[in-house]
């Protein structure tokens, strides 16, 4: 079974400043995807980021960005110039790529991220 | 176009009472699928139906069921509530198609409170 780990619970950046959230995750298969979601106070959960394990290349969005290190099993996001509307909790997600499995995800176990202004 | 709904928002039960949870997908998405979330065991997997099937299942006992319409409209059914079963339940939709990265849309949760 596969397992996702976010070992810091809480993290704190200053407006305009640069966080990175840390993710792990366990799996025997080769292929897969990987997502940051979003979940504000307001409980929608919203999706960040994917990333498709065979792509090397590290997928970007806007301020946001993964360092998706395969044979390490990291999948980290990083969020540049922050904002106060990025306040939320992030969680980080795995979904196998096998037939079946199409929308069942693992997540991790969440991480808090508080913005100062 | 219209977000993914859920009703109600809020409720509170007692311990062996039932009930029962609605989501609306987004229109032309035929994938439903629930999550649990607690702050103890983070969001756990339930269930995923697809044109009225299901077609995973998570690790939940029996007394968590579901089904789906020919509307992709979805219900979940909780019976027989244990003071464990409060959570906020998410519905999530999805185009459901095999082979694409699945982006899935959450609605708002409903907060179901045991008592």
């Known amino acids: 079974a596969q397992t996702v780990t976010q070992s810091q619970p809480e993290m704190s950046v200053q407006e305009a400043e640069t966080v990175t959230l840390s993710c792990t995750y366990d799996?025997?298969?080769?292929?897969?995807?990987l997502f940051w979601y979003k979940q504000p106070p307001s409980r929608q959960m919203i999706l960040v980021i994917r990333?498709?394990?065979?792509?090397?290349q590290n997928a970007t969005e806007n301020r946001f960005s993964v360092n998706f290190q395969k044979a390490a099993k990291s999948f980290s996001l990083k969020i540049s110039d922050s904002q106060l509307g990025d306040a939320a909790m992030y969680f980080c997600?795995?979904?196998?790529?096998?037939?079946?499995?199409?929308?069942?995800?693992?997540f991790g176990k969440g991480i808090t991220l508080s913005v100062r202004p | 176009k219209a977000g993914v709904t859920q009703t109600p928002r809020y409720l509170i039960k007692t311990r062996g009472q039932q009930v029962t949870l609605s989501c609306s997908p987004i229109?032309?998405?035929?994938?439903v699928s629930w999550y649990q979330q607690t702050p103890g065991q983070g969001l756990q997997f339930l269930f995923e139906?697809?044109?009225?099937?299901?077609?995973n299942k998570g690790n939940f006992p029996g007394r968590f069921s579901g089904r789906q319409f020919s509307n992709s409209r979805s219900e979940m059914n909780v019976s027989t509530l244990e003071l464990g079963d409060s959570a906020l339940y998410l519905c999530?939709?999805?185009?459901?198609?095999?082979?694409?990265?699945?982006?899935?849309?959450f609605g708002e949760g409903s907060r179901l409170t045991v008592l």
């Open positions: 999530a939709s999805s185009l459901g198609i095999q082979a694409t990265t699945g982006e899935l849309f």
């Open positions: 799996t025997s298969e080769s292929d897969y995807y």
């Open positions: 990333q498709e394990a065979y792509k090397q």
């Open positions: 997600a795995y979904r196998s790529s096998q037939t079946g499995a199409n929308s069942k995800l693992t």
């Open positions: 229109s032309g998405h035929r994938s």
């Open positions: 139906y697809f044109s009225e099937t299901q077609r």
